[in-house]
DNA sequence: GAAAGTGCTGCAATCGATTGCAGGGCAAGG
DNA sequence: CCTTGCCCTGCAATCGATTGCAGCACTTTC
């Protein structure tokens, strides 16, 4: 369908081979074409509304212009930023993203990983923590390019565009502390993700440090759901309450909210919570959410950079970008009574 | 990269012909090959770990097994889900999705347009409302199948699949009516999306019928910042307050909150607004934003099925789909005083 | 004036799969 | 024993572009 015409009728119309077509209309060959030569040919696919098929271009130069992105879920907010800070690169370098989403199955991320190999892409981002057993690894080994993005490379010599998430919780509890708080906890995201590790081990560090007393709970997904179910749990357990709680991330800390309410317990004036991340419209919660904000534009730009240097020359191994992030105070902090 | 076995390798090894081994390996030709043979040809292909070049395949069948998504921004909360939903459709048929974003502009759109037709897009899912001048109307010249989503095909014989805007304005204006407000304004989108004008009219014609007083305001964009310069400049110019604000959909009504906050007006208690897509975390604004629930996700499945029932048969001509919406009340909306 | 070099273009192979056509092998039927 | 027909498989063209190689025309150099 669409694209009838084709490099050999430009080349009957311009009088000459397809060959020298294709040169014409490539900029890293049209100076092998006479001037005069080049402009008929200009002329001619132009008058003729020629674009070349990139399929039977792929085929040849063995690339897709096609990059597949992997990521657990679209409709996690965290995520059309990235895809977008990747898209602006692609786009203007001419290549294309194909998103999957996995859902968190590492079935799904397999069957996803093969049908992108099968496509030819030219390489690959991962934006998801679920694929413990490495899928990562098997791409290194058939000499695929990616890069990682939000989660480390697992060992993979890949490289892998991060967040300061250290950083962030530190700012957090430090901010926390001001506010004169000592009892704390923290919402821990799953452990097949690797920011729930980092974001947990800097908690429990920054603890120590700031000589809070630090609690750690563990969700079971990065979720609303999983986030409010932690402090159902905690409300029943009739352990004592902290007077803040930093949480993995911001879906988290939306649970927590819903089940302070639930319990009628006031957010900010009786427990504090912090989220992580600075999703779009966190600033509209209720209460306006006090939160990291993480640059995943910029993360997703970076990512597609890097994966853009590795293709068009050597691999550069397992480097670790780490993207500043900022604490954003708003309304779900306040000072302990 | 990546993959090197190819179906000459399966040949060799199952002893065979490529032929025979293309023939094999497909569904539609596989009782065309004597069964032994065939236990053969998969065995060697298993062993192999072969996997058809799509490339390769896409140049000779003329089809890419790709659909383009062009939506003007993934970070627009509406578009995940309906993205999601077309994925899930297109999945599951061996088909993957690239989605490109316009940000509005006309010109990206017809740049992403080229570029989708030159990759050789099986089909082409249209999602933004501001390609006025008719890229949809040249599509079809060309011969390209594709749906609407979320706008009207505006003349061009394209499926296309909508929400029944019509029906959640009057739904809103009758909560509205039923809390007592007589006094309401309607904030509408930017012209050039075929639902600001059906939400418009659907608006003036809900007041007439209810006998209320109704004002219409275009706003610039759909965007947070449009919504509350537009309250922002009623409250300059001094005129009567509504007791209830319409807004276009959930990104102006939160520009409403932004500006009545400002102007320290209660909200619902001074005035009410009703959005509309109920937008993820509308539920968790403050207030808690009553809306009109659109569903996302089933309208990108059904623009893709329609559009997969277009390729795999005849065309399906104008054809439009109503998906029910419905009025989801929550916190933003109260009895006028 | 011969040799060497340069600039441009055509030729044809190639990428990896699909598919119409032809033909071989074999059984059934006369 | 020959014909007919059915299965199955091989052959080779094909999709549309790219690219190494060869060759032609012409200039430069000694």
Redesign the interface.
Known sequence: ???RVTIADVARLAGVHAGTVSRALNQRTENQVNHETLGRVRQAAKQLGY??????R??RT?S?M?IGVIIP???N?I???I??GI?SRL?ER?Y??????TDGSDDAERLHF??L????V?GLIFATGHSGHSLAGEAFD????AVMVNRDSGGVPFPAVVGDDADGIRASLAHLVELGHRNVLHLEGPPSFSTSRIRAEAFVAGCAELGLNGRVVQCSAYSVEAGQQAMDDLFESNSKLPTAVVAGNDLLA?GV?HSLRLHGVKCPEDVSVVGFNDM??AG?????MTTVRTPHFEMGAEAARLLLEQIDSAPRGAMKVTLPVELVVRASTGPVR
Do not use: C, H, W
Request: proline share 12%; charged share 15%; no cysteine.
């Open positions: 369908m669409s694209n674009a070349p098929n990139s399929i039977a792929g085929l063995n897709s096609t879920d679209l409709t907010p995520f059309p930023p895809v977008r898209d786009t001419g294309s993203a194909v998103v999957v989403n093969e049908s190999v099968q496509r030819q030219d058939r000499g695929i390019k939306l909210y779009p419209f509209d919660f209720q209460p306006a």
